[in-house]
């Protein structure tokens, strides 16, 4: 195939005045559908639907200044008449009295058919999911301000990610501005693809093999913008990143249309060898498991090479700007950037990656000049 024709489509009804509020939409995008060399495209084959019901507060009353509140429900299908969303969802906002506001969302995920979890091999299925989430902000007209994030989802075959950010902004003056923002993610997802193994004795065709992930990371954000005189100001963003993902609990997809799996070591009398030679040859136990996956049965052993990583990166970026006359313009801008990459090590310490590590890794440095002249009579 040298060539793809397809079709996106929106459509949306929405009353926007009142207090009470609703909306409607339905959006197409077809199978052949292709615009990745324009921009991102996040899929195809997808048809969905939404549906919103909310009421709006404008008028202060004792406890808040103005607020809304939604309830969402949002269904999808693919271009095979399969379910893969079902979400039923609330959020709201409020202003308080003493100009703090609070925004929160929850949202329930009803079990659908997921056609993307095995990529590209058979359908699977996705468990009973929730969602939480909850921020809250002082008064941002005060000279410090300061803005908490948390949230937290789950589902019932044991997955879990909580994310919390808290951020400090101070104002001392109109000219300055100054942030930092340190966030923390933590999570064990239940069924984190790995690999794929053909193999004619297994029930599909092929062993589509999933484990257990620990993902966790860190990292601050650091802003700051500073303005001299009308015409002369600088900005400096720095953040440095961690990451860490350990798998575990290697298994694989029992049946189509479902999200329940043969472990290995535990099912089926399958067994799992750290290391062995056999499949392995001399890659070692930190690198490589050898699985059988039937135990005393006919399918042969094969080797999995752990997909266990850490990785770290910072970034600096700082700009001058000098208006030398009246719509002519110079930018200084320099920036640096960072990054390590540990493959089979899935451990996760950010003295060592945030503090030591990082800055032992090799910087990439762009100094970049700008002029602009404005040509006028």
């Known amino acids: 195939m040298t060539s793809l024709t397809g079709v996106t489509a929106d459509l949306y009804l929405n009353k926007v005045a009142g207090t009470w509020r609703w909306g409607f939409a339905a959006s197409t995008t077809t199978p052949g559908f292709e615009v990745n060399d324009l921009g991102f495209q996040k899929r195809v084959d997808l048809i969905s639907a939404a549906a919103a019901l909310g009421r709006r507060w404008t008028k202060p009353g004792r406890l808040f200044r103005q607020g809304y509140a939604y309830l969402t429900f949002d269904p999808s299908w693919n271009y095979d008449g399969d379910a893969i969303q079902r979400d039923v969802g609330a959020f709201g906002y409020m202003q308080l009295r003493n100009f703090w506001s609070v925004n929160w969302t929850a949202k329930y995920k009803a079990p659908v058919l997921d056609d993307r979890l095995t990529r590209g091999g058979p359908l699977a299925a996705t468990p009973h999911a929730w969602y939480g989430s909850g921020e809250l902000t002082s008064d941002t007209r005060k000279h410090m301000s300061w803005y908490a994030f948390a949230s937290y989802s789950g589902d019932d075959a044991g997955g879990w990610l909580v994310n919390v950010l808290p951020q400090l902004t101070l104002r001392p003056n109109a000219a300055l501005f100054l942030s930092v923002g340190p966030g923390y993610v933590t999570g064990r997802f239940s069924a984190q693809y790995v690999t794929r193994h053909r193999d ?178």
């Open 200 to 377: 004619s004795m297994a029930t599909l065709g092929s062993r589509y093999v999933f484990a257990e992930l620990r993902e966790r990371s860190a990292y601050v954000t650091l802003r700051a913008n500073a303005t001299f005189s009308p015409v002369l100001s600088f900005e400096l963003y720095a953040q440095p990143f961690t990451f860490s993902g350990a798998y575990d609990s290697y298994k694989e997809l029992r049946a189509r249309r479902t999200y329940s799996f043969d472990q290995y070591g535990r099912d089926n009398g399958s067994t799992i060898t750290p290391g062995d030679t056999t499949v392995c040859g001399s890659a070692g136990p930190n690198r490589c498991l050898g699985v059988d996956p039937d135990g005393a049965g006919p399918a042969a052993e094969f080797a999995l090479y752990r997909p266990d990583f850490r990785t770290r990166a910072f970034k600096v970026k700082a700009v001058a700007r000098w208006e030398y006359r009246p719509g002519s313009t110079i930018f200084l801008v320099w920036t640096q950037s960072r990054s390590g990459y540990v493959p089979y090590d899935g451990t996760f310490d950010m003295q060592r990656d945030l503090a030591t590590d990082l800055f032992r890794d090799r910087p990439t440095n762009v100094l970049l000049l700008k002029v602009s002249y404005w040509l006028s009579r």
